[in-house]
């Protein structure tokens, strides 16, 4: 009969740390969306427009980054001559290459991948339970200097050569400010399979009531990363369709 109170006992303290943890998370993800401008305001953008320049070997280099919630692109500026990558119109997936200077389309597999990605706009937090996502406090660290909040977000698996894979985001929160300050993801394909790519933001700045990083360095974990920084924010831009358009003259070539 003991050893039967016993076990219902941790039973008991198994459910209530599971509910506090549940609660521990969901009350970080309130408090970021809340302090980031509030879940309805989040809720109203229907697009984002940003400017940025990276520095490569002393040059500055200029970059245009739009999402919507069903299309997107990335547009570089190299001496003159604009250059578009990761560009999606609702359909098509299509790059500039490097080395010939021409769009090319992507497969099918990295089109329903970038799918997934754009149903997580504006923000992956935002109604994550109703995306079908899911959180998980595992734990506080230091990173820096600050106090955080390790959370596991587990999105839609992606699928990689035929096979789905994890789609695992860890974020590590500022404890003060509840806003993330670094962000790690694995590689799942590519060259790169394995490693551990690191996000780090800072500058958080106002931009229509919304709250966003103005400063950025992505690379590799433990590696040097590449500094970005944010020259400005533009919500729910006017952005005309032809901006995602598979340029015509490759088209016809190919014909």
Same mark, same amino acid.
């Given at each position: ?17 599971? +509910? ?7 009350? /970080? ?26 520095? @490569?070997?002393? =040059? ?9 919630? *069903?299309?997107?692109?990335?547009? /570089? +500026?190299? @001496?003159?001559?604009? /250059?578009? @990558? ?11 290459? &490097?080395? #010939?200077?021409?769009?090319?389309? #992507? *497969? ?5 991948? %970038? ?5 997580? &706009? ?12 899911? %959180?998980?406090? =595992? ?6 200097? $600050? ?17 789905? !894979?994890?789609?695992? $985001?860890?974020?590590?929160?500022? +404890?003060?400010?509840? !806003? ?14 394995? =490693? ?5 933001? #800072? *500058? ?7 709250? &966003?990083?103005? +400063?950025?360095?992505?690379? !590799? ?11 400005? /924010? ?7 369709? $032809?901006? &995602? ?11």
């Amino acid at each position: 009969m003991k050893k039967l109170q016993n076990l219902f006992l941790v039973a008991i303290v198994s459910l209530l740390t599971i +509910s506090l943890n549940a609660q521990s998370v969901d009350e /970080i993800v309130g408090n970021y969306l809340e302090n980031t401008g509030g879940a309805e305001n989040w809720e109203n953008v229907k697009g984002v427009r940003m400017n940025a320049s990276i520095n @490569q070997m002393g =040059m500055e280099i200029p970059i245009e980054m739009v999402q919507l919630k *069903d299309k997107m692109y990335t547009k /570089i +500026s190299i @001496q003159g001559q604009e /250059i578009k @990558q990761g560009v999606f119109d609702g359909e098509t997936l299509w790059s500039t290459n &490097f080395m #010939s200077m021409k769009a090319e389309k #992507s *497969d099918q597999e990295d089109v329903d991948n %970038v799918k997934n990605e754009l149903a997580e &706009f504006p923000d992956p937090f935002l109604n994550y339970k109703d995306k079908g996502f899911t %959180v998980e406090l =595992m734990g506080t660290e230091t990173v820096e200097g $600050s106090d955080v909040y390790k959370i596991k977000l587990t999105k839609k698996p992606m699928v990689v050569d035929g096979e789905e !894979v994890p789609n695992v $985001s860890i974020y590590y929160f500022d +404890s003060e400010n509840f !806003v993330p300050i670094m962000v790690h993801e694995e590689v799942m394909s590519g060259p790169g399979k394995g =490693m551990i790519m690191e996000s780090k933001m #800072s *500058d958080y700045q106002e931009v229509e009531g919304l709250y &966003f990083p103005f +400063s950025m360095t992505q690379g !590799v974990k433990d590696q040097p990363g590449q500094p970005i920084t944010i020259e400005s /924010i533009e919500l729910n831009p006017s952005i005309d369709d $032809s901006e &995602f358009n598979f340029p015509e003259s490759t088209e016809e070539e190919n014909n």
